[in-house]
């Protein structure tokens, strides 16, 4: 038996720097065939930063997923704002706020969060 299965991926991507703000981009459509199902999926990403001083970034972003495009009320989407900062050349002090919105009857996909991270870069 034969797998006739196949995956078709399209992606574009980009980004722009201006002064002290940088913009980011990227949209992918995948398209997921297994001869009984046709799956067509859309993700997407914004990000916008602007760096406050030579050690500290504020982002903007926004995430978008439609798993499947024929089924309605499942897209996912998220935005955040966060700062960081850079505390020496080998960690990283985030901090923020995130907004997540998805099927309606999920509660975790629903869900704003704050946060605190600590990356350590070796």
């Known amino acids: ?40 999926s859309l993700v997407s990403f914004f990000e916008t930063n602007y760096l406050v001083t030579t050690s500290t970034n504020i982002k903007l972003s926004y995430d978008f997923h439609d798993a499947d495009d024929d089924i309605d009320e499942n897209e996912r989407t998220r935005i955040s704002l966060l700062g960081e900062t850079f505390l ?31 990356h350590v870069f070796f």
């Open 88 to 118: 020496n050349q080998y960690s990283q002090l985030r901090y923020g706020i995130r907004r997540s919105d998805g099927i309606p009857q999920n509660t975790l996909q629903n869900q704003t969060q704050v946060f605190t991270e600590y």
């Open 1 to 40: 038996m034969l797998d006739d299965t196949s995956r078709n991926a399209y992606a574009i991507f980009g980004g722009l720097t201006l002064g002290k703000w940088v913009f980011l981009a990227e949209l992918d459509l995948v398209q997921d065939d297994d001869n009984t199902n046709k799956t067509t």
